[in-house]
């Protein structure tokens, strides 16, 4: 099967982007260098396509009921032009995907799956909102998602937007104009950077890319791909699905227990096994660890304790272009997630040293 | 960009004669391009002695890992000590400053073996 393409396929080909396959799309893994973008988005701003992203939108009197049946997070207390981080959980707690739920409208959620889940998500939620007043609809032909990522993000889009930016809150949105264009645009991002996320008509997704590229230049702007994503996201301490989320762990291994409002009202699809769970603990817990190389342990290498004993698994790994050297995160048995724990991994049959710290690896500043 | 007066492998390095028993190897434009960028280089010990397909070390890009192969039978009598703190030399000096190792060959007729710049082009455009 051809991968999908996406709005802006021409701009990405036209600034010279190197694609990658990714849940069915051809996406830009990097313009020129992966570095080069990431350093962009920590000091100046990213310009990201994310429209591989599956938007679900569900509107009508019980939306909100539904939404609160259908995920592990309290969605009918999301106030209008608001967002929430929520998980969407199996009924044994194991994690179907984190999603952003957006309130866009008195009775309207649009939901952000990820790419490579929006399919399953999509099913889970028409199923689960059987016998709720409330219409599911796959929306994502309907939006690109444009991101500008980085400390520059507000000055860049600041001159393109009527939207004093001031007041659009982190995790809020707006339905707004940028270049002309109709967008909702939200304060979210995946960076660990402020940032915009702007869903966009694909036949308006041209005009606002190159206006924010033009409009960028000047303060350091770069187009970014996927390849700097990943990084960026790791050094924040942010999951992803496939990686530190799977339907083998609940959100509590992942430390985002916080996710799972077990105390909202009415049940949901989950709750008893993720009450037990909340109860009982879990045996092993993600932490983040560090290296004094660049080497870097990479996802499915064994985490070994000073005895040599097999305690765990790294979950994503990459040399960190902020730090200088090499970060990763793993699922590790509780007796080994005290920051300062010593252990190693097995890369390749060498053993390498790494010591557990706290997450996130990289802070910004404000 | 495929410099003529080198020699290549299928694994995408090139092999320059150095001296009547010597060559340099690295690996190509193609080969940098396709990793991104390089952030780390694991090269072998001097003194090592390895065989045509053996693993030389590893070049490691944010992504990914790849092997670098031994092309040639030989002693491993030079490696690029750069690499260690400035891996991104192989970025950008593929041919130059982004050298890896030289080896000592058991027999120096083999480079004769190895693909030329037009075979390795071909190459290179069928990847």
Known sequence: MDSRRTPLHAEHEALGAA?????GWRMPLRYDSELAEHHAVRTAAGLFDLTHMGEILLSGPEAAAALDHALVGHVSAIGLGRARYTMICREDGGVIDDLIVYRTGEREYLVVANASNAAVVLDALVSRADGFDTTVVDASQDHALLAVQGPRSAEILGGLTPTDLDSVKYYASYPTEVAGKDVLLARTGYTGEDGFELFVAP????????????AGQPHGLRPAGLGCRDTLRLEAGMPL?????????????ANLGRVVKLDKPGDFVGRAALAAIAESGVDSVLVGLTTPSRRAPRHGYPVLDADGAVIGEITSGALSPTLGHSVAMAYVTTANVEPGTKLSVDVRGRHEPVEVVPLPFYKRAN | MI????KYTEEHEWVLRTGDDTVRVGITDYAQEQLGDVVFVQLPELGEKVTVGQVLGEVEST???????????GEVVARNDSLDQQPELVNSDP??????VELRLADPAEVDGLLDASAYQELAAQA
């Open chain 1, 19 to 23: 694609f990658t396959d990714f849940a």
């Open chain 2, 3 to 6: 410099p003529e007066e080198l």
């Open chain 1, 241 to 253: 699905y496939g990686n530190e989320l799977s339907a083998q762990r609940s959100p509590y291994s």
């Open chain 2, 95 to 100: 041919y130059g400053e982004g050298w890896m």
């Open chain 1, 203 to 214: 036949a308006d997704a041209p005009t606002v890319w190159q206006r924010l590229l033009e």
């Open chain 2, 63 to 73: 992504k990914s890992v790849s092997d670098i192969y031994a092309p040639l039978v």
